[in-house]
């Protein structure tokens, strides 16, 4: 079984500043895959960044990072110099990679505000 | 290239009523995957379709959902018998294998009065 665990329903940020949403899992799979959407008020989830278990090192795009602490079983995302259209709501997510076919498994989410 | 499409975006339906929602995937996509979103909640995984294939449907409440994709291209979602606990959003989502990325529709909003 998996589960991912978001602890923080809401934050704020002002805007240029970064800001650090936590998510941390569990599972017992060896291998697995690590994902970051996001969520705006239209609906529509938008793939941000993924990080492979094995992956040496931590995953960016942009100005979105992954910090994974394996050990932690952690993988806060990092958001810098944040935007007001970064206002949305954001999920953490992973699927298991061995034995083929795992489905993915969603937090509850974190809404993110960006104060002007 | 154009994404995931769903349709209708919004469905009111009295109880009782049967729904059908649609998902168009990306081009080429040969997985794809429905879920249930709950207001506050993340998505629930409901379904799952390699190519024409279902080959899991282990996330369906109950055998008044069902789903097709006949072609191995356009899916839907069928609601039989809607009852209010089925108001959520459907969010449709394709990938190219069973193990990449996931790519998300913007969802079917269905409520049931």
């Known amino acids: 079984a998996q589960k991912i665990t978001q602890t923080q329903p809401g934050m704020f940020v002002q805007e240029k500043e970064a800001v650090t949403l936590d998510c941390t899992y569990d599972?017992?799979?060896?291998?697995?895959?690590l994902f970051w959407y996001k969520q705006p008020s239209s609906g529509e989830m938008i793939f941000l960044i993924y990080?492979?278990?094995?992956?040496?090192q931590n995953a960016t795009e942009g100005r979105y990072s992954l910090n994974f602490q394996k050990a932690r079983k952690s993988a806060n995302l990092v958001i810098s110099a944040s935007q007001l259209g970064d206002s949305a709501m954001y999920f953490c997510?992973?699927?298991?990679?061995?034995?083929?076919?795992?489905?993915?498994?969603f937090g509850i989410g974190t809404k993110l505000q960006v104060i002007p | 290239g154009a994404g995931v499409s769903q349709s209708p975006r919004y469905k009111v339906a009295k109880r009782g009523q049967d729904v059908a929602l649609r998902c168009d995937p990306i081009?080429?996509?040969?997985?794809l995957f429905w879920y249930q979103q709950a207001l506050g909640q993340g998505p629930e995984f409901l379904t799952y379709?390699?190519?024409?294939?279902?080959?899991?449907k282990s996330g369906l409440p109950s055998d008044r959902f069902f789903a097709e994709r006949p072609e191995g291209s356009v899916s839907t979602l069928k609601i039989q018998r809607t009852q209010q606990e089925d108001s959520a959003v459907y969010l449709c989502?394709?990938?190219?294998?069973?193990?990449?990325?996931?790519?998300f529709g913007p969802g079917t909003r269905l409520t049931v009065l």
């Open positions: 997510a992973m699927r298991g990679l061995s034995g083929g076919y795992q489905k993915v498994t």
């Open positions: 989502a394709s990938s190219s294998d069973r193990a990449d990325t996931q790519y």
């Open positions: 599972t017992s799979d060896p291998s697995y895959g």
């Open positions: 379709f390699q190519n024409e294939a279902q080959l899991d």
């Open positions: 990080q492979g278990s094995y992956d040496q």
């Open positions: 081009s080429g996509h040969v997985s």
